[in-house]
């Protein structure tokens, strides 16, 4: 990526991950046919100030792989790529392996 975004406040950049349109066996998938709504975090901003100026930081961190609600959030695009920009608390989790 040539340019670098960085969210302010407490947004969360992601990067939705695309389920696969056919099994391994070679079954076409239907679209809405993925478990999770996911993607990966790319980038967070520093975090929201409380009421006495203090900063919360965002909950999740660059590389994380996180649960998204069913809107899409503000879509931009960069590079042919498209993203997704959230508010952390709209984020529903982190999903592990």
Partial sequence: ??????????RV?????????????GI??????SKFNS????????????SHGKTIPVAFK??????LPDHEGRVIKLDEKEFHFY?????LGTLHD
């Fill in 87 to 91: 508010w952390d608390e709209d984020i």
């Fill in 28 to 33: 076409l998938l239907p679209e809405k046919s």
């Fill in 39 to 50: 993607g990966k975090v790319i980038a967070v901003g520093p975090g929201a100030l409380d």
């Fill in 1 to 10: 990526m040539a340019k670098r975004i960085l969210p302010t406040l407490n």
């Fill in 62 to 67: 660059e590389g994380d792989t996180v649960l």
């Fill in 13 to 25: 950049l992601i990067e939705r991950i695309v389920s696969p349109s056919k099994s391994s066996a």
